[in-house]
């Protein structure tokens, strides 16, 4: 039985209603609430492609109670308190980070407007100009485009291929009445975790059961399980602007996130990225100047994940660096135990540092109640601690070969 009065651990519950409640105590001066819901761009299909976050806007656009966002937002800020939502292909998260005598005030505003948020027409309309001016702003950025351009590339049937904020077509004909059924269809109990972490009272479940009591269960949405093919080919895809620097992310597709792969490959991402002393950086920009920016991405989900490497050059530079990347991945086979040992303290690390903030740490406990079980995150540190030198050289022989997919902002 779940024990209200004594919880110094991560416990979890279900509520009559099946809304999942994870708590977390922890000594500190403030208090984080998330919600995670899970679907995302996964969940669309081309027509109604970026619905999952124009909802994600909507949801601060007002409720009966709350006339509109700004309302909301200052309850939150005139208290010195964070409100704010991300969507992801797989999730969409909602959160607010208060001090800690402020939790039933963020406890009533994230319960409000997750359960009663009325999508008024006008602020449907409102909304949709600003994410057609925002999904404008990130093609703009050969940052944030690339990324456009290798997952298109990279996955063929699988719905990972279309961006998290929609097309402009999509979001120009997605209507009130598409975002209230998409709502009611994913916008369930069942459907949806409430992570707390902080200073938490004795009657935390209490007040919780008190004001997420509107929603009712529903039938689950039927997953897409859409297989996504192993590539057996090189795949590039190529835009060309007038810029000063390429842009460019070589990748693969890889396993998910409950594969005991996904931990190997997150050493490698150490390995070769882990900031600037990472073999990667280390060979591209120290020793050659070849670009500014170099990075390593590992994205495990949980259908599939990717792992790439990022940066910009002169487009004179790309064949070169192409071949850098390739070297650097066979030479993980001359690992020595001192930088598998050193990747691993890097990884452990950063697991450690980012779980000290309430946010980040509710944030984890979402993600990995999302992918399976949230008590997933107590064994990070264990399954990074177990990999060994010879499945480094088994994974990148398995998934970074020469049949990579790569996607290229270039100099015109």
């Not at 007002?62 to 309850?75: A, D, F, L, W």
């Not at 009712?216 to 810029?243: C, D, M, S, V």
């Not at 992310?249 to 190997?264: E, H, P």
């Not at 740490?361 to 399954?383: M, P, Q």
Request: hydrophobic share 35%.
């Amino acid at each position: 039985m779940f024990n209200e009065a004594n919880y110094s651990k991560m416990q979890k519950l279900n509520l009559k209603n099946k809304l999942t409640v994870i708590l977390e105590k922890k000594q500190t001066e403030t208090i984080t609430l998330q919600v995670t819901v899970k679907v995302g761009s996964n969940n669309e299909n081309k027509r109604l492609n970026g619905i999952s976050h124009f909802l994600e806007h909507m949801i601060f656009e007002g409720t009966k109670k709350r006339k509109n966002s700004r309302t909301i937002s200052n309850e939150i800020e005139s208290i010195g308190g964070e409100l704010n939502a991300y969507t992801s292909n797989e999730r969409t998260c909602f959160y607010v980070k208060v001090p800690k005598k402020h939790f039933k005030k963020a406890l009533d505003i994230l319960s409000d407007i997750i359960q009663n948020s009325i999508f008024d027409e006008k602020k449907v309309e409102k909304e949709r100009k600003i994410i057609l001016k925002e999904i404008k702003m990130h093609k703009d950025d050969p940052r944030f485009h690339e990324w456009i351009l290798f997952t298109k590339a990279l996955f063929k049937k699988h719905p990972a291929k279309l961006p998290t904020y929609g097309t402009v077509n999509a979001v120009k004909n997605i209507k009130r009445k598409d975002l209230i059924m998409y709502y009611n269809k994913y916008y369930i109990p069942n459907n949806m975790v409430l992570s707390i972490v902080g200073n938490l009272g004795k009657d935390t479940i209490k007040q919780i059961k008190q004001k997420f009591n509107i929603f009712k269960p529903n039938k689950l949405p039927q997953k897409n399980n859409t297989p996504e093919p192993k590539p057996h080919n090189i795949t590039i895809k190529k835009e060309k602007r007038k810029i000063l620097s390429s842009y460019m992310v070589l990748g693969y597709l890889t396993s998910n996130r409950l594969s005991k792969d996904s931990y190997v490959l997150d050493v490698v991402k150490a390995i070769l990225g882990k900031g600037q002393s990472g073999r990667m950086f280390d060979e591209i920009r120290n020793k050659r100047g070849l670009a500014y920016e170099v990075g390593v991405h590992h994205d495990p989900s949980i259908d599939n994940g990717f792992f790439s490497v990022y940066l910009n050059t002169d487009k004179k530079n790309i064949k070169k660096v192409i071949g850098l990347i390739l070297k650097e991945f066979e030479n993980l086979n001359n690992l020595t135990q001192k930088e598998l040992d050193e990747a691993k303290g890097y990884l452990i690390g950063h697991h450690i540092l980012d779980n000290e903030d309430t946010h980040d740490l509710a944030d984890e406990l979402g993600y990995w109640e999302s992918i399976k079980d949230a008590n997933l995150l107590n064994d990070y540190i264990k399954e990074i601690n177990k990999v060994t030198k010879k499945e480094i050289l088994d994974i990148s022989r398995k998934y970074l070969t020469k049949n990579y997919t790569l996607a290229i902002i270039e100099q015109s």
